[in-house]
């Protein structure tokens, strides 16, 4: 009996490990291929990883921020790491030809067992104000007088991209692909916990017309439907919802970039 419960401990001690170290040598490895260059900065509450292109700032900063990642494992156990999998905005990132900063977000990217980190934020208080405050306050590092922004976020990014735009009067742009901007009727979709502590856009006063608003939906896309961003779309100002049939959620979004660049405001 004794020798199983070693062996059940020792399975859950590797286990735990791996859950730790699984996603940060991807995300190292894809930066470094790319050739962007690695910062940690101060938030408001939290550190953040910051990964930079090299090409000069001119009047225009476009700043991607990713998803939610895997805050939950089998629909029931919370992450150790949330960080994506994927990570389509750093590919995304890597096909723009302007100035472009890639924002971590809070407890992401080999923060997650910071002390300030516990797991509330990257599930029930992912987009909460101080997620949002901290996002905020490490892009003001890196803002200048003239400067413009585009905030440009996937999935829960782009839920982030919008309440941060809030706070940023340097921002320009908001793009959003596949995001969820009406979180209790996506969780209320999927039967998920409600996100306690978060804030909800569409709940919210629109964002100011002098903002152009971009955000992009699937057609494929079973995670968040067309419908949860044209609701929130049809209550904006100088905002467009553009559907891509053959898209999901992950699907195709890099292939259409660099035209969906040419477009936004210059």
């Not at 009996?1 to 286990?15: N, P, Y």
């Not at 699984?22 to 050739?35: A, D, I, L, Q």
């Not at 890196?142 to 809030?166: C, D, N, Q, W, Y």
């Amino acid at each position: 009996m004794q020798r199983g419960v070693k062996a059940v401990l020792f399975f859950l001690f590797i286990w735990a490990l791996l859950s730790c170290s699984t996603f940060s040598p991807e995300y190292k490895k894809k930066s470094s291929r790319y050739g962007f260059t690695e910062h940690d900065v101060n938030g408001a509450q939290f550190e953040h990883r910051i990964y930079r292109n090299h090409v000069p700032v001119d009047n225009w900063l476009n700043v991607y921020i990713e998803g939610d990642g895997q805050p939950i494992l089998q629909k029931k156990y919370i992450a150790h790491d949330p960080t994506s999998r994927t990570l389509l905005m750093m590919d995304m990132m890597a096909l723009d030809k302007s100035a472009a900063l890639y924002l971590g977000r809070p407890c992401y990217m080999g923060k997650a067992y910071a002390e300030e980190c516990t797991n509330q934020y990257w599930t029930i208080h992912r987009y909460s104000p101080a997620v949002v405050d901290s996002m905020v306050a490490a892009v003001r590092q890196f803002t200048t007088p003239g400067l413009k922004l585009r905030l440009i976020g996937h999935s829960g990014g782009g839920v982030l991209a919008v309440l941060m735009a809030e706070q940023l009067p340097e921002v320009q742009a908001v793009v959003t692909i596949a995001a969820p901007l009406d979180i209790a009727a996506w969780t209320r979709l999927h039967h998920y916990t409600p996100l306690v502590g978060s804030l909800n856009p569409s709940l919210r006063e629109p964002l100011l017309s002098s903002i152009t608003q971009l955000h992009l939906s699937g057609g494929m896309d079973k995670n968040v439907p067309a419908w949860i961003v044209d609701s929130f779309t049809r209550r904006q100002k100088n905002a467009v919802h553009n559907s891509y049939p053959d898209n999901s959620h992950i699907c195709c979004w890099a292939s259409v970039w660099l035209q969906i660049l040419d477009n936004l405001p210059q």
